[in-house]
């Protein structure tokens, strides 16, 4: 018996490329989804494809939630409250990708940037742990990003929300540990999703990992003895960095 079935797991960024893939694959191992993005229409079409691909019998619950947001944070977090009482599993995976030159910048970037990769997943752990912390179980995964430790060009605003995003999850760890929760990071490199351009995905698809290998990583993850924090995962492409 895989030690997912029946897990209650959000996936935020639920309607395409990782939280999509990943979405399928927890609802193979028969895991119950919630999944989160901003366009609801783009998450029906992603929960057909879930049900299609995964051969669950689950249906996932559809919460529109903008992680830029903290009121519809708040009210998508109500909506899962009153369905479930709670998660076992959050997949912190909506976020912004910003890569222009610093010089070029402008405030609303910055602001789109911090708000999305950091304060909203910041509330959405915060949301979600207060129950784990009182049930003494459940696991906070982040999908973090290489930036957050190695230097690429045209990529301030986007390493800076990483990388507080890995700082704020190392002190949060420490903190949960005790209480039987789990705050994993997964630093993951180049990915063919559409955070790339449509001309860097055909010039460095060779190069690049799928979303549905970076969803077996997770789920292999999530599957470890729960004596066993795996605290933070690094993958890269087998040739390296672009």
């Known amino acids: 018996?895989?030690?997912l079935?029946?897990?209650?797991?959000w996936i935020t960024g639920g309607s395409r490329g990782i939280g999509l893939a990943s979405a399928i694959a927890l609802a193979g191992k028969g895991a119950r989804l919630i999944l989160s993005s901003r366009n609801e229409a783009d998450l029906q079409d992603a929960a057909g494809k879930v049900r299609i691909l995964s051969g669950s019998t689950?249906?996932?619950?559809?919460?529109p939630c903008d992680v830029t947001s903290p009121g519809s944070i708040q009210s998508a977090w109500k909506l899962i409250h009153e369905q479930f009482g709670g998660v076992d599993i959050l997949i912190n995976n909506a976020g912004i990708g910003v890569f222009k030159p610093f010089l070029d910048l402008t405030l609303d970037d910055i602001e789109l940037s911090l708000n999305a990769n950091i304060k909203g997943a910041f509330?959405?752990?915060q949301a979600a742990a207060r129950g784990m912390a009182e049930r003494g179980t459940g696991v906070i995964v982040s999908l973090n990003s290489v930036a957050a430790?190695?230097?690429f060009a045209n990529c301030s605003v986007y390493a800076a929300s990483k990388s507080a995003l890995l700082a704020a999850n190392r002190v949060i760890r420490e903190e949960l540990r005790s209480k039987g929760v789990k705050v994993i990071d997964l630093l993951v490199g180049a990915t063919e999703t559409d955070i790339w351009s449509a001309?860097?995905?055909e010039e460095f698809r060779p190069r690049m990992m799928q979303p549905e290998d970076i969803a077996a990583a997770l789920v292999s993850t999530l599957e470890l003895p729960q004596r066993m924090m795996p605290e933070e995962m690094i993958l890269r492409p087998q040739l390296g960095d672009l």
């Open 149 to 151: 430790q190695k230097t």
């Open 1 to 3: 018996m895989t030690p």
């Open 199 to 201: 001309s860097d995905r």
């Open 58 to 63: 689950n249906e996932p619950l559809i919460v």
């Open 5 to 9: 079935l029946n897990k209650i797991v």
């Open 123 to 125: 509330l959405c752990a």
